[in-house]
């Protein structure tokens, strides 16, 4: 019954969107107050229809009903819990219900905690997010129905592909969704502003939690999707530039670039017009990732089916989407009033550098994941863009970058003093320095790319502190005082700190690991000794083990340090029956300092296997990086200034008050 | 500065960095664009040594030798087949009759020196490129 249940919800939550869509926009038009008050009772109700239906997916899910075909294809009766339930999302259908999910819910966030909002921007906000529904609505029920029946019903389900089956990769979705989906709320907001014609510092405001929210979820996304990488494929590798990688890491790109120009919107009504333009690009990178990461464009393990239907289904939204967003800009986006002047050298030209890197920077990637595609559809050849195209764009385009965030904050706005910011980055050019001259004695005659990894580090680590202590006053004044400022410092500035440190403890993860990782690869028999850097690895030898729905192959190693015993590593091979598959799961011993990484292979038939060693120094930094930049993200939202009546409008048009003050 | 000379000021910052860009596009373009070939391409185009490239098909029954951490084998695409060396651990997928798309280079004696090879995520997974080239050979059975 509940597969019915399901259904029957989500016809009606499509027929609510349709209805949020249309009349909240017409009202609004109109001034016509009762139709725009429909829109917020409208998208609490779409999003508690289509939290009805997940439920009920769910629920076929955890008894395990083999009558719906999805549960069938992706569920077995001998998996644990978690994968029960990870399974709903685990699979094409699932994972469009869930998407569905989190953009309703934002809209319904939108409805209730948009008090704030004036009503005419708010019932817009809306009718476009149900606008969206209605596109994914659509697509779920006319091409991915989740609660297909099957009949006779099996006695047991396919089961979920075992890679698939691990704690980090059932919370990768959720979390990659709400990033991707939380963009929509930014475009909602973008294109309701076209509409209206309107935008000024307080649109900004209400945007930038949004902005925020989505971003630290993407940024949790990546980073777990990332680490899942690297402890599955047992690789020892944690960024592949796949495609389906680079599918969320481009919105990232987008939306860390937003983020920092709505800043200048808000803070110097500013940028407004480009602010706009990489909302709407965020999303529509947002959608291209889902339709190339689902429609079977690209395979991988993401690639739940490859049913061409669906594929045009998503091109053709996504090309009204983001076709009919740019018409919607080359049209409105003219008639938008220039903001404050400043001079090349401020904040705000600071802030533009950053958005003019990252957005070249995600112009690259994209180039370089469609560029096969293209390729293949007008040629018909088959060329892969490997990982050193990548490399060999974007580092060089991130370096200027990482290079300018410590001296960006230090600008003032409107004209900035770049002499003296640089004067205050003294200590930090002197630490670099040594860093780079210890680094070279370490190194010899190491990558280049390797001390300038260490330059970056010390920079910008350095440089973030300094502009901390700086807006403390730290040893200008008494330290009592000091800490009064500290208190009262609003929790943005604490955020973007957070966040900076962040990007510097990643670039110290990235290098230090690329740099002197050691990797040994040999046969080992038990009882044998590998030297592994300064480690000494022990092979004890390998049992089977039978798991909860998997047999498991299970290699022991000691590994001691100068004689001294350091820690023993169990990795395995499992051999699932159901799909029968076999995943490799690397046994990883994380400590600050870094990572001693074991994989075991299959027997070769002789009493050895065939084993992957690493010690990979501070690898662990590159996601202690990205948690940093996560929670920087999140403490800035939050800042009070994001809540409090803050966001009122203006009663003046603001760019005319501030126009005259830049020159 | 007038309004006019700062926005030019951005146009002309923006456009070099542009520039930029595409000149690193360009480079890394001419590099590491990796082309896929099929035995039968491979055996009928003469690919010259020392050129990075993919090739795929299905593994040769019987044609996978092991010699400690190192695993000869032959792709083929049923109408020719390319012999394949490798050294290190395979990935766990990677079976006979298993359709694996293999990057390297030819060496001086026609044999393939693979730097990776993939075969993925689970049993039913066949290599686009694979598929494609099977068709071509004209015994793809799939339901594509």
Redesign the interface.
């Known amino acids: 019954m509940s597969a019915e249940i399901g259904q029957f919800a989500l016809v009606l939550a499509l027929c609510v969107a349709v209805v949020q869509a249309t009349l909240p926009q017409i009202g609004a038009a109109r001034g016509n107050v009762a139709w725009m008050a429909l829109a917020k009772p409208a998208a609490v109700m779409q999003f508690a229809l289509v939290a009805i239906s997940f439920a009920a997916l769910t629920e076929a899910y955890l008894v395990s009903d083999f009558s719906v075909l999805n549960v069938a294809q992706n569920s077995h009766s001998a998996k644990p819990l978690l994968y029960k339930i990870s399974g709903v999302w685990g699979n094409h259908e699932g994972s469009l219900l869930l998407w569905i999910l989190i953009l309703t819910l934002f809209g319904a966030a939108v409805a209730l905690f948009g008090d704030n909002l004036p009503p005419g921007l708010s019932a817009r906000v809306l009718a476009v997010q149900a606008l969206i529904g209605i596109g994914f609505l659509l697509f779920v029920l006319l091409t991915s129905n989740p609660f297909a029946r099957l009949d006779p019903a099996p006695l047991d389900g396919n089961g979920l592909n075992p890679l698939l089956q691990d704690p980090g990769l059932a919370i990768h979705p959720p979390f990659l969704y709400l990033g991707y989906v939380g963009l929509s709320v930014t475009f909602s907001f973008a294109v309701a502003a076209l509409i209206e014609g309107r935008i000024d510092p307080a649109w900004a405001r209400w945007v930038r939690p949004w902005t925020l929210a989505a971003w630290a979820f993407l940024t949790a996304g990546i980073a777990l999707g990332s680490y899942w990488a690297y402890y599955e494929l047992g690789w020892g590798g944690w960024w592949f530039w796949d495609p389906v990688e680079n599918a969320s890491f481009m919105p990232w790109l987008a939306a860390t670039a937003l983020l920092h120009s709505a800043i200048v919107v808000e803070k110097r009504d500013a940028l407004k017009s480009w602010t706009i333009l990489l909302a709407i690009v965020a999303f529509s990178l947002s959608l291209l990732g889902t339709f190339l990461v689902r429609s079977g464009v690209l395979n991988s393990v993401h690639a739940f089916a490859t049913d061409p239907t669906r594929g045009v289904f998503i091109l053709g939204f996504l090309l009204l989407v983001i076709g009919g967003s740019l018409t919607l800009y080359a049209v409105r986006a003219p008639a938008l009033k220039p903001g404050g002047l400043f001079a090349p050298i401020s904040r705000e030209g600071g802030l533009i550098l950053n958005n003019l890197l990252l957005s070249t920077a995600c112009a690259t990637v994209l180039l370089g994941t469609l560029y096969p595609l293209f390729l293949d559809a007008l040629t018909g050849q088959k060329v892969s863009v490997g990982p050193p195209y990548f490399n060999g764009t974007f580092i060089p385009l991130m370096v200027p970058l990482v290079a300018a965030v410590a001296i960006g904050p230090m600008l003032a706005w409107k004209r900035g003093d770049l002499a003296g910011a640089l004067g205050r980055l003294k200590a930090a050019a002197v630490l670099t320095a040594i860093a780079v001259g210890l680094a070279w004695w370490l190194l010899a005659d190491g990558p280049i790319l390797a001390l300038l990894g260490v330059a970056l580090v010390v920079w910008l680590g350095v440089g973030a502190l300094v502009e901390f202590a700086g807006r403390l006053k730290l040893g200008r004044i008494s330290a009592a005082d000091s800490w009064r400022r500290a208190v009262n410092l609003p929790r943005a500035v604490y955020g973007m700190t957070l966040a900076h440190l962040g990007v510097a403890a990643m670039v110290l993860g990235i290098t230090v690991s690329e740099t002197w990782q050691t990797e040994v690869q040999q046969i080992v028999r038990p009882g044998d000794r590998v030297a592994v850097s300064d480690y000494e690895f022990t092979f004890e030898g390998a049992e089977n083990l039978p798991g909860p729905n998997y047999m498991s192959l299970v290699g022991t190693f000691t590994v001691t340090r100068g004689g001294e015993p350091v820690t023993v590593l169990q990795p395995e091979t499992r051999s699932y029956p159901n799909p029968p598959m076999q995943t490799t799961e690397a046994a990883i011993r994380t400590t600050l300092g870094g990572d001693l990484y074991a994989v075991i292979g299959e027997p070769d038939g002789n009493g050895g296997y065939a084993v992957r060693l690493y010690d990979k120094p501070l690898v662990g930094w590159i996601w202690l990086g990205s948690l940093m930049m996560m929670l920087g993200g999140f403490v800035s939202l939050t800042d009070r200034r994001h809540r409090v009546g803050a966001p009122a409008r203006a009663r003046v048009p603001a760019d005319g008050a501030l126009a005259g003050a830049g020159d | 500065?007038t309004?006019k000379q700062?926005r030019m000021?951005?146009v002309l910052?923006?456009m070099a960095?542009?520039a930029?860009?595409v000149g690193?596009?360009l480079?890394?373009?001419q590099?590491?664009?990796?082309?896929?070939h099929s035995p039968t391409e491979v055996h009928e185009k003469g690919i010259p040594p020392e050129r990075r490239f993919?090739v795929g098909g299905l593994v040769v029954e019987d044609s996978v030798r092991?010699s400690?951490?190192s695993t000869s084998f032959e792709v083929t695409d049923t109408v020719h087949s390319v012999r394949i060396t490798y050294e290190?651990?395979?990935p766990?997928?990677f079976r006979e009759g298993q359709g694996i798309v293999a990057?390297g280079m030819l060496n001086g004696d026609g044999i393939f020196v693979a730097q990776e090879v993939l075969a993925?995520?689970?049993?039913n997974?066949m290599?686009?490129?694979v598929a494609?080239s099977l068709k071509a050979a004209g015994v793809w059975k799939g339901d594509?």
């Open positions: 500065m309004r700062r000021t951005f910052g923006g960095v542009l930029v860009a690193l596009v480079t890394a373009f590099d590491n664009l990796i082309f896929f993919r092991q400690g951490l290190g651990i395979l766990a997928l990057v993925k995520h689970d049993e997974y290599p686009p490129e494609d594509e």
